[in-house]
Protein backbone atom coordinates (compact mmCIF):
# COMPACT_ATOMS: atom_id res chain seq x y z
CA UNK A 1 0.00 0.00 0.00
CA UNK A 2 1.18 3.12 -0.88
CA UNK A 3 1.91 5.31 2.64
CA UNK A 4 1.33 8.51 0.80
CA UNK A 5 -2.38 7.25 -0.04
CA UNK A 6 -3.02 6.82 3.78
CA UNK A 7 -2.63 10.00 4.40
CA UNK A 8 -4.73 10.94 1.44
CA UNK A 9 -7.73 8.85 1.93
CA UNK A 10 -7.63 9.28 5.67
CA UNK A 11 -9.04 12.80 5.06
CA UNK A 12 -11.55 11.55 2.91
CA UNK A 13 -12.88 8.88 5.03
CA UNK A 14 -14.37 11.76 7.71
CA UNK A 15 -16.72 13.80 5.00
CA UNK A 16 -19.17 10.24 4.39
CA UNK A 17 -21.69 8.91 6.98
CA UNK A 18 -21.25 5.34 7.12
CA UNK A 19 -23.07 3.64 10.24
CA UNK A 20 -20.64 2.41 12.91
CA UNK A 21 -19.22 -1.12 12.38
CA UNK A 22 -19.84 -1.56 8.60
CA UNK A 23 -18.42 -2.32 6.13
CA UNK A 24 -19.85 -0.97 2.92
CA UNK A 25 -18.47 -3.13 -0.11
CA UNK A 26 -21.80 -1.64 -2.44
CA UNK A 27 -21.25 2.19 -2.68
CA UNK A 28 -21.06 0.85 -6.55
CA UNK A 29 -24.41 0.56 -6.18
CA UNK A 30 -25.79 3.37 -3.73
CA UNK A 31 -23.16 5.98 -2.11
CA UNK A 32 -23.23 6.37 1.40
CA UNK A 33 -24.49 9.59 2.52
CA UNK A 34 -21.76 12.49 2.82
CA UNK A 35 -22.12 14.64 5.50
CA UNK A 36 -22.30 17.82 3.30
CA UNK A 37 -25.23 16.78 1.21
CA UNK A 38 -27.26 16.47 4.60
CA UNK A 39 -26.26 19.85 5.60
CA UNK A 40 -26.88 21.01 2.04
CA UNK A 41 -30.27 19.69 1.69
CA UNK A 42 -31.66 20.99 5.26
CA UNK A 43 -29.90 24.12 3.78
CA UNK A 44 -32.32 23.91 0.46
CA UNK A 45 -35.43 23.23 2.98
CA UNK A 46 -34.90 25.91 5.90
CA UNK A 47 -33.27 28.63 4.14
CA UNK A 48 -34.46 28.20 0.55
CA UNK A 49 -37.32 26.68 -0.03
CA UNK A 50 -38.98 27.69 3.18
CA UNK A 51 -38.04 31.40 2.62
CA UNK A 52 -37.82 32.08 -0.62
CA UNK A 53 -40.24 30.07 -2.21
CA UNK A 54 -40.69 30.78 -6.07
CA UNK A 55 -38.18 32.89 -5.69
CA UNK A 56 -35.43 30.82 -5.46
CA UNK A 57 -34.95 29.50 -9.13
CA UNK A 58 -33.08 32.81 -9.50
CA UNK A 59 -32.39 34.16 -6.25
CA UNK A 60 -30.80 30.44 -5.28
CA UNK A 61 -29.65 29.65 -8.50
CA UNK A 62 -31.94 26.44 -8.72
CA UNK A 63 -32.52 27.21 -12.22
CA UNK A 64 -28.72 26.53 -13.48
CA UNK A 65 -28.01 23.55 -10.95
CA UNK A 66 -27.92 21.20 -13.91
CA UNK A 67 -25.41 23.04 -15.90
CA UNK A 68 -23.27 24.24 -12.52
CA UNK A 69 -23.52 20.31 -10.98
CA UNK A 70 -22.88 19.07 -15.37
CA UNK A 71 -19.18 21.04 -15.05
CA UNK A 72 -18.45 19.70 -12.08
CA UNK A 73 -19.20 16.19 -13.11
CA UNK A 74 -17.45 16.67 -16.16
CA UNK A 75 -13.96 17.34 -14.60
CA UNK A 76 -14.00 13.60 -13.26
CA UNK A 77 -14.92 12.37 -16.34
CA UNK A 78 -12.69 14.58 -18.97
CA UNK A 79 -15.04 16.58 -20.55
CA UNK A 80 -15.02 20.33 -21.37
CA UNK A 81 -16.84 22.96 -19.46
CA UNK A 82 -20.61 23.35 -20.84
CA UNK A 83 -20.83 19.96 -22.49
CA UNK A 84 -22.12 17.51 -19.15
CA UNK A 85 -25.62 18.11 -17.63
CA UNK A 86 -26.82 16.80 -14.40
CA UNK A 87 -30.72 15.82 -15.28
CA UNK A 88 -33.10 13.42 -15.46
CA UNK A 89 -31.97 9.37 -15.18
CA UNK A 90 -29.50 7.24 -16.74
CA UNK A 91 -32.26 5.28 -18.76
CA UNK A 92 -33.73 8.79 -19.56
CA UNK A 93 -30.64 9.97 -20.77
CA UNK A 94 -29.74 6.68 -23.01
CA UNK A 95 -33.15 7.17 -24.54
CA UNK A 96 -32.16 10.76 -25.50
CA UNK A 97 -28.62 10.03 -26.89
CA UNK A 98 -29.94 7.03 -28.81
CA UNK A 99 -32.71 8.80 -30.65
CA UNK A 100 -30.62 12.03 -31.34
CA UNK A 101 -27.54 9.60 -32.66
CA UNK A 102 -30.00 7.95 -34.71
CA UNK A 103 -31.54 11.02 -35.65
CA UNK A 104 -27.77 12.21 -36.72
CA UNK A 105 -27.46 9.02 -38.85
CA UNK A 106 -30.64 9.59 -40.61
CA UNK A 107 -29.79 12.89 -41.35
CA UNK A 108 -26.31 12.41 -43.05
CA UNK A 109 -27.93 9.86 -44.69
CA UNK A 110 -30.42 12.15 -46.65
CA UNK A 111 -26.99 14.91 -47.16
CA UNK A 112 -25.24 12.12 -48.95
CA UNK A 113 -27.62 10.93 -50.95
CA UNK A 114 -26.76 7.32 -49.09
CA UNK A 115 -29.58 4.57 -49.90
CA UNK A 116 -27.08 2.09 -47.98
CA UNK A 117 -29.15 2.54 -44.95
CA UNK A 118 -27.77 1.88 -40.98
CA UNK A 119 -30.31 0.38 -39.55
CA UNK A 120 -27.97 -1.63 -36.74
CA UNK A 121 -27.91 -0.42 -32.96
CA UNK A 122 -24.61 -2.42 -31.87
CA UNK A 123 -24.95 -3.59 -28.44
CA UNK A 124 -23.27 -6.47 -25.86
CA UNK A 125 -24.75 -9.24 -24.07
CA UNK A 126 -22.83 -8.22 -21.03
CA UNK A 127 -24.34 -4.76 -21.50
CA UNK A 128 -26.47 -3.46 -18.33
CA UNK A 129 -30.44 -5.14 -19.63
CA UNK A 130 -31.92 -2.00 -18.47
CA UNK A 131 -29.78 -0.73 -21.60
CA UNK A 132 -31.00 -2.81 -23.80
CA UNK A 133 -35.07 -2.14 -22.78
CA UNK A 134 -34.32 1.80 -23.43
CA UNK A 135 -32.98 0.86 -27.18
CA UNK A 136 -35.89 -1.83 -27.23
CA UNK A 137 -38.14 0.64 -26.28
CA UNK A 138 -37.09 3.25 -28.62
CA UNK A 139 -37.01 1.20 -31.67
CA UNK A 140 -40.23 -0.06 -31.26
CA UNK A 141 -41.33 3.47 -30.82
CA UNK A 142 -39.21 4.01 -34.55
CA UNK A 143 -41.03 1.03 -35.92
CA UNK A 144 -38.45 -1.33 -36.14
CA UNK A 145 -39.21 -4.89 -37.49
CA UNK A 146 -39.91 -5.80 -41.32
CA UNK A 147 -42.87 -3.42 -41.91
CA UNK A 148 -41.53 -0.40 -40.06
CA UNK A 149 -37.75 1.03 -40.57
CA UNK A 150 -36.69 -1.79 -39.85
CA UNK A 151 -34.10 -0.89 -37.26
CA UNK A 152 -32.43 -3.66 -35.34
CA UNK A 153 -30.64 -3.79 -31.91
CA UNK A 154 -27.97 -6.27 -32.44
CA UNK A 155 -26.07 -7.90 -29.07
CA UNK A 156 -23.17 -9.56 -29.98
CA UNK A 157 -20.28 -10.76 -27.44
CA UNK A 158 -18.76 -8.82 -25.53
CA UNK A 159 -15.03 -9.60 -27.03
CA UNK A 160 -16.43 -9.98 -30.20
CA UNK A 161 -17.74 -5.82 -30.42
CA UNK A 162 -14.74 -4.75 -32.36
CA UNK A 163 -15.02 -6.49 -35.50
CA UNK A 164 -18.94 -6.74 -35.22
CA UNK A 165 -18.60 -2.60 -35.85
CA UNK A 166 -19.18 -2.17 -39.91
CA UNK A 167 -21.05 -0.12 -42.18
CA UNK A 168 -24.34 -1.00 -41.55
CA UNK A 169 -24.14 0.34 -37.59
CA UNK A 170 -25.38 3.49 -36.91
CA UNK A 171 -24.80 3.60 -33.29
CA UNK A 172 -22.49 1.42 -31.25
CA UNK A 173 -24.35 1.08 -27.67
CA UNK A 174 -21.83 0.03 -24.87
CA UNK A 175 -21.21 0.18 -20.87
CA UNK A 176 -17.78 0.83 -20.29
CA UNK A 177 -17.70 -1.41 -16.95
CA UNK A 178 -19.42 -4.37 -17.33
CA UNK A 179 -22.15 -4.41 -14.03
CA UNK A 180 -21.50 -8.01 -13.02
CA UNK A 181 -18.03 -9.02 -13.55
CA UNK A 182 -16.44 -5.10 -13.57
CA UNK A 183 -14.45 -5.80 -16.71
CA UNK A 184 -13.88 -2.83 -19.00
CA UNK A 185 -14.14 -1.86 -22.17
CA UNK A 186 -11.51 -0.36 -24.47
CA UNK A 187 -13.64 3.30 -24.99
CA UNK A 188 -10.77 4.76 -27.13
CA UNK A 189 -9.74 1.41 -29.11
CA UNK A 190 -13.23 0.93 -30.01
CA UNK A 191 -14.51 4.47 -30.56
CA UNK A 192 -11.80 5.10 -32.83
CA UNK A 193 -12.89 1.75 -34.79
CA UNK A 194 -17.14 2.57 -34.69
CA UNK A 195 -15.59 6.47 -36.49
CA UNK A 196 -13.56 4.72 -39.14
CA UNK A 197 -16.34 2.94 -40.22
CA UNK A 198 -18.81 6.35 -39.70
CA UNK A 199 -20.86 4.53 -36.66
CA UNK A 200 -21.19 6.91 -33.88
CA UNK A 201 -20.71 5.78 -29.91
CA UNK A 202 -22.67 5.98 -26.88
CA UNK A 203 -20.95 5.01 -24.06
CA UNK A 204 -22.66 4.58 -20.40
CA UNK A 205 -20.59 5.78 -17.80
CA UNK A 206 -22.69 4.39 -14.63
CA UNK A 207 -20.01 1.77 -12.64
CA UNK A 208 -16.56 4.24 -14.30
CA UNK A 209 -17.48 7.96 -13.25
CA UNK A 210 -15.79 8.64 -9.62
CA UNK A 211 -14.20 5.30 -9.97
CA UNK A 212 -11.27 5.86 -11.87
CA UNK A 213 -9.70 8.17 -14.37
CA UNK A 214 -12.47 8.69 -17.48
CA UNK A 215 -10.82 10.41 -20.55
CA UNK A 216 -14.15 11.31 -22.76
CA UNK A 217 -12.56 14.04 -24.40
CA UNK A 218 -9.46 12.04 -25.59
CA UNK A 219 -11.17 9.39 -26.27
CA UNK A 220 -13.63 11.45 -28.88
CA UNK A 221 -16.89 9.38 -27.53
CA UNK A 222 -19.87 10.85 -29.41
CA UNK A 223 -22.84 11.11 -26.00
CA UNK A 224 -21.66 9.75 -22.65
CA UNK A 225 -23.79 9.19 -19.60
CA UNK A 226 -23.97 7.95 -16.01
CA UNK A 227 -25.47 7.59 -12.85
CA UNK A 228 -25.49 10.31 -10.12
CA UNK A 229 -25.81 8.04 -7.21
CA UNK A 230 -23.22 5.01 -7.58
CA UNK A 231 -19.77 6.32 -7.02
CA UNK A 232 -20.85 9.77 -7.18
CA UNK A 233 -22.71 9.64 -3.81
CA UNK A 234 -25.38 11.69 -4.74
CA UNK A 235 -28.05 9.45 -3.11
CA UNK A 236 -31.03 7.30 -3.77
CA UNK A 237 -31.87 8.31 -7.71
CA UNK A 238 -29.97 11.13 -8.06
CA UNK A 239 -30.04 12.76 -11.14
CA UNK A 240 -28.15 11.25 -14.03
CA UNK A 241 -25.90 12.82 -16.46
CA UNK A 242 -25.21 13.32 -20.01
CA UNK A 243 -22.56 14.19 -22.26
CA UNK A 244 -22.65 15.76 -25.76
CA UNK A 245 -19.47 16.09 -27.66
CA UNK A 246 -19.26 19.87 -28.07
CA UNK A 247 -19.44 19.59 -31.94
CA UNK A 248 -22.61 17.56 -31.97
CA UNK A 249 -24.28 20.17 -29.37
CA UNK A 250 -26.61 21.98 -32.44
CA UNK A 251 -26.63 18.96 -34.51
CA UNK A 252 -28.07 16.21 -31.99
CA UNK A 253 -31.67 16.21 -31.60
CA UNK A 254 -33.46 13.79 -28.73
CA UNK A 255 -36.86 12.53 -29.47
CA UNK A 256 -37.78 13.41 -25.78
CA UNK A 257 -37.70 17.34 -25.64
CA UNK A 258 -39.60 19.81 -23.15
CA UNK A 259 -39.46 23.71 -22.00
CA UNK A 260 -36.05 23.17 -20.43
CA UNK A 261 -34.74 22.37 -23.52
CA UNK A 262 -36.13 25.61 -25.44
CA UNK A 263 -34.22 28.17 -26.90
CA UNK A 264 -36.13 30.41 -24.70
CA UNK A 265 -38.07 28.57 -22.06
CA UNK A 266 -40.56 31.43 -21.31
CA UNK A 267 -41.24 32.60 -24.04
CA UNK A 268 -43.78 29.64 -24.53
CA UNK A 269 -43.69 29.72 -27.85
CA UNK A 270 -46.44 27.13 -29.72
CA UNK A 271 -43.28 25.77 -31.72
CA UNK A 272 -40.19 23.83 -29.70
CA UNK A 273 -36.91 25.62 -31.08
CA UNK A 274 -34.01 23.95 -29.41
CA UNK A 275 -31.41 25.45 -27.48
CA UNK A 276 -28.38 25.90 -29.52
CA UNK A 277 -26.08 24.51 -26.88
CA UNK A 278 -25.72 20.74 -24.76
CA UNK A 279 -28.89 22.40 -22.89
CA UNK A 280 -31.37 21.04 -25.58
CA UNK A 281 -31.09 17.89 -23.43
CA UNK A 282 -32.79 19.40 -20.54
CA UNK A 283 -36.64 18.60 -20.77
CA UNK A 284 -38.65 19.43 -17.71
CA UNK A 285 -38.22 21.04 -14.18
CA UNK A 286 -34.66 19.55 -12.07
CA UNK A 287 -35.70 17.97 -9.05
CA UNK A 288 -33.62 20.52 -6.79
CA UNK A 289 -33.69 18.83 -3.30
CA UNK A 290 -31.72 16.09 -4.54
CA UNK A 291 -29.66 18.38 -7.00
CA UNK A 292 -28.58 19.90 -4.17
CA UNK A 293 -27.85 16.92 -2.68
CA UNK A 294 -25.72 15.57 -5.78
CA UNK A 295 -23.97 19.04 -5.78
CA UNK A 296 -23.14 19.26 -2.06
CA UNK A 297 -21.71 15.70 -2.63
CA UNK A 298 -19.59 16.49 -5.37
CA UNK A 299 -17.47 18.02 -2.70
CA UNK A 300 -15.58 15.42 -1.44
CA UNK A 301 -13.77 15.17 -5.21
CA UNK A 302 -12.39 18.84 -4.77
CA UNK A 303 -8.78 18.44 -4.55
CA UNK A 304 -8.67 14.35 -5.08
CA UNK A 305 -7.05 13.57 -8.30
CA UNK A 306 -8.61 10.13 -9.65
CA UNK A 307 -5.39 8.37 -10.26
CA UNK A 308 -4.79 8.43 -6.73
CA UNK A 309 -8.19 6.95 -6.24
CA UNK A 310 -7.50 4.61 -9.09
CA UNK A 311 -3.96 3.37 -7.47
CA UNK A 312 -5.80 2.84 -4.29
CA UNK A 313 -8.69 0.80 -5.98
CA UNK A 314 -6.03 -1.49 -7.65
CA UNK A 315 -4.19 -1.82 -4.12
CA UNK A 316 -7.81 -2.80 -2.14
CA UNK A 317 -8.85 -5.06 -5.47
CA UNK A 318 -5.55 -6.71 -5.34
CA UNK A 319 -6.02 -7.07 -1.40
CA UNK A 320 -9.52 -8.74 -1.35
CA UNK A 321 -8.88 -11.00 -4.13
CA UNK A 322 -5.18 -12.55 -2.33
CA UNK A 323 -7.13 -12.90 0.72
CA UNK A 324 -10.70 -14.29 -0.60
CA UNK A 325 -8.27 -16.77 -2.62
CA UNK A 326 -6.31 -17.92 0.22
CA UNK A 327 -9.46 -18.21 2.38
CA UNK A 328 -12.35 -18.69 0.39
CA UNK A 329 -11.19 -21.67 -1.85
CA UNK A 330 -15.13 -22.38 -2.75
CA UNK A 331 -15.62 -19.14 -4.73
CA UNK A 332 -14.47 -18.66 -8.36
CA UNK A 333 -13.07 -15.24 -9.06
CA UNK A 334 -15.51 -13.93 -11.93
CA UNK A 335 -13.72 -10.57 -12.71
CA UNK A 336 -10.63 -9.87 -14.50
CA UNK A 337 -7.65 -10.89 -12.70
CA UNK A 338 -5.59 -8.04 -14.16
CA UNK A 339 -6.84 -5.05 -12.42
CA UNK A 340 -6.16 -2.56 -15.24
CA UNK A 341 -8.93 -4.81 -17.54
CA UNK A 342 -11.22 -4.10 -14.67
CA UNK A 343 -13.54 -1.36 -12.91
CA UNK A 344 -13.36 -0.99 -9.22
CA UNK A 345 -15.44 -3.55 -8.45
CA UNK A 346 -14.74 -7.56 -7.69
CA UNK A 347 -17.02 -10.31 -8.03
CA UNK A 348 -16.92 -14.30 -7.56
CA UNK A 349 -19.67 -16.92 -8.14
CA UNK A 350 -21.05 -19.16 -5.71
CA UNK A 351 -24.06 -21.44 -6.45
CA UNK A 352 -25.87 -20.58 -2.95
CA UNK A 353 -24.31 -16.26 -3.67
CA UNK A 354 -28.01 -15.01 -2.97
CA UNK A 355 -27.51 -16.82 1.08
CA UNK A 356 -24.34 -15.87 1.15
CA UNK A 357 -24.73 -12.14 0.60
CA UNK A 358 -27.47 -12.22 3.05
CA UNK A 359 -25.57 -13.73 5.47
CA UNK A 360 -22.95 -11.24 4.73
CA UNK A 361 -25.27 -8.18 5.14
CA UNK A 362 -26.61 -9.87 8.15
CA UNK A 363 -23.20 -9.59 9.63
CA UNK A 364 -22.87 -5.70 8.71
CA UNK A 365 -20.14 -6.53 5.75
CA UNK A 366 -22.90 -4.77 2.37
CA UNK A 367 -22.36 -5.63 -1.29
CA UNK A 368 -24.57 -7.07 -3.47
CA UNK A 369 -26.06 -10.14 -5.44
CA UNK A 370 -26.45 -10.10 -9.12
CA UNK A 371 -27.86 -13.18 -10.95
CA UNK A 372 -27.71 -15.56 -11.54
CA UNK A 373 -24.81 -16.45 -9.00
CA UNK A 374 -22.73 -13.71 -8.65
CA UNK A 375 -21.76 -12.07 -5.37
CA UNK A 376 -20.66 -8.60 -6.08
CA UNK A 377 -18.32 -5.84 -4.33
CA UNK A 378 -17.58 -2.20 -4.52
CA UNK A 379 -14.12 -0.72 -3.63
CA UNK A 380 -14.40 3.02 -2.87
CA UNK A 381 -10.71 4.49 -1.57
CA UNK A 382 -12.52 7.67 -0.61
CA UNK A 383 -14.19 5.97 2.53
CA UNK A 384 -12.85 2.27 2.72
CA UNK A 385 -8.91 0.64 3.42
CA UNK A 386 -7.22 -2.12 3.67
CA UNK A 387 -8.23 -2.86 7.38
CA UNK A 388 -11.64 -2.87 5.80
CA UNK A 389 -11.01 -5.76 2.98
CA UNK A 390 -9.42 -7.77 5.76
CA UNK A 391 -12.11 -7.61 8.26
CA UNK A 392 -14.52 -8.35 5.28
CA UNK A 393 -12.48 -11.33 4.21
CA UNK A 394 -12.97 -12.67 8.08
CA UNK A 395 -16.55 -12.29 7.43
CA UNK A 396 -16.84 -13.99 4.81
CA UNK A 397 -14.44 -16.94 5.13
CA UNK A 398 -16.55 -17.68 8.91
CA UNK A 399 -19.87 -17.47 6.62
CA UNK A 400 -18.71 -20.09 3.92
CA UNK A 401 -16.72 -22.50 6.84
CA UNK A 402 -19.40 -22.60 8.94
CA UNK A 403 -22.13 -22.38 6.08
CA UNK A 404 -23.87 -19.88 8.31
CA UNK A 405 -25.59 -18.81 4.60
CA UNK A 406 -27.58 -22.28 4.88
CA UNK A 407 -30.59 -20.61 6.53
CA UNK A 408 -34.12 -19.99 5.13
CA UNK A 409 -34.09 -16.82 6.08
CA UNK A 410 -30.84 -15.75 3.84
CA UNK A 411 -32.70 -17.52 0.58
CA UNK A 412 -36.14 -15.48 0.92
CA UNK A 413 -35.69 -13.23 -2.13
CA UNK A 414 -36.35 -9.27 -1.51
CA UNK A 415 -37.51 -6.82 -4.46
CA UNK A 416 -33.65 -5.45 -4.34
CA UNK A 417 -31.09 -7.90 -4.77
C1 LIG B 1 -27.06 1.60 -12.57
C2 LIG B 1 -27.12 1.64 -14.04
C3 LIG B 1 -28.14 2.33 -14.69
C4 LIG B 1 -29.22 2.95 -13.87
O1 LIG B 1 -30.19 3.57 -14.60
P1 LIG B 1 -31.38 4.29 -13.85
O2 LIG B 1 -32.08 5.03 -14.89
O3 LIG B 1 -30.77 5.14 -12.78
O4 LIG B 1 -32.21 3.24 -13.20
C5 LIG B 1 -28.11 2.38 -16.08
N1 LIG B 1 -27.13 1.78 -16.79
C6 LIG B 1 -26.15 1.08 -16.18
C7 LIG B 1 -25.07 0.43 -16.99
C8 LIG B 1 -26.12 0.98 -14.79
O5 LIG B 1 -25.17 0.28 -14.18
Excluded at 11 to 37: C, I, M, Q, W
Excluded at 383 to 407: H, K, N, Q, S
Aim: charged residues 25%.
Amino acid sequence: MNPRLDTVFKATRHLFEVPEGVVYLDGNSLGPLPKASRERVRHVIDDQWSRQLIKGWNDAGWIDLPQKVGDRIAKLVGAPAGSVLATDSTSVNLFKVLSAALGMQAERAVEVSDTATRRVVLSDTGNFPNDLYVAQGLLRALGDGPHGTGYELRTVEPQDVADAIDETVAVLMLTQTDYRTGRLHDMTNLTRRAHAAGVLTIWDLAHSAGAFPVDLEAAGADFAIGCGYKYLNGGPGAPAFIYVRPDHADEARPALVGWMGHEAPFAFDLEYRPAPTTDRMLVGTPPILAMASLDAALDVWDGIDLTDVRERSIELTELFIAEVEARCPELELASPRDPHARGSQVSFRFPDGYAVMQALIAHDVIGDFRAPDIIRFGFTPLYLGPDDVVRAVDVLETILRDRLWDRPEYKRRSKVT
